[in-house]
């Protein structure tokens, strides 16, 4: 049973534009939730948090919106660079327990 | 300050054999979580250990095992090694236990299963 969901595994962007990347969660008990960025042969790395008590948390380009009504929770990368090319995930954690991944959108940012 | 190291970087094992990978997480970190990364699956969740005690464990079966040693250094172990066993396998370091805490993952062994 798939907890945390991302359902578009490609996802491509023209450079300059927005990018969104989408999550959908299905346990309500969850109260945080994490994006986290992976390179080809690197692990994945942390890019941004929120925690359940708001619905928007921004750091420079990239902002997190979670609609907890929907069980929701989308990244927007505003704009978006070559750089950003990468495979996302989507996290989330019910009171500290351990962190669910989604299975990951890969970024494809053209020029 | 050097990141999480994970050894080895690749592995080539057998069905039924047993594989063991080392994660030295970062320095003064005293958490460290293993992930299971294959496609399609995202990461799935092993264990985490937490001042050489398993705080938590994922849905896998008992042939995965790991350990902490004093030093917060981290072994994992698969038994009896099958060919859906290949995935790629992350550590992850972080400072205390907890889902809420951020975590630095290593480069990951790549294990494949033959």
């Known amino acids: 049973d798939q907890q945390v969901k991302q359902n578009s595994p490609s996802l491509s962007v023209q450079e300059g534009r927005i990018s969104i990347l989408n999550c959908d969660y299905t346990?309500?008990?969850?109260?945080?939730f994490l994006w986290y960025k992976k390179y080809p042969a690197e692990g994945p790395t942390f890019l941004i948090s929120?925690?359940?008590?708001?619905d928007k948390n921004e750091d420079g380009r990239f902002t997190v919106f979670l609609n907890k009504s929907a069980k929701h929770l989308s990244l927007h990368i505003v704009p978006s660079q070559p750089g950003d090319s990468a495979v996302y995930f989507c996290a989330a954690s019910a009171r500290g327990d351990k962190l669910i991944f989604g299975t990951g959108t890969r970024l494809q940012v053209f020029p | 300050k050097a990141g999480v190291t994970q050894t080895p970087r690749y592995l080539i094992k057998t069905r039924g054999q047993q594989v063991t990978l080392s994660c030295s997480p970062i320095s003064g970190h005293r958490s460290v979580s293993w992930y299971q990364q294959t496609p399609g699956q995202g990461l799935q969740f092993l264990f985490e250990y937490f001042s050489e005690t398993q705080r938590n464990k994922g849905n896998f079966p008992g042939r995965f095992s790991g350990r902490q040693f004093s030093n917060s250094r981290s072994e994992m172990n698969v038994s009896t090694l099958e060919l859906g066993d290949s995935a790629l396998y992350l550590c992850a370091s972080s400072l205390a236990s907890g889902a809420n805490e951020k975590l630095f993952f290593g480069s990951g062994t790549q294990l494949s299963v033959l």
């Open positions: 929120i925690s359940s008590i708001k």
């Open positions: 346990n309500s008990m969850f109260d945080y």
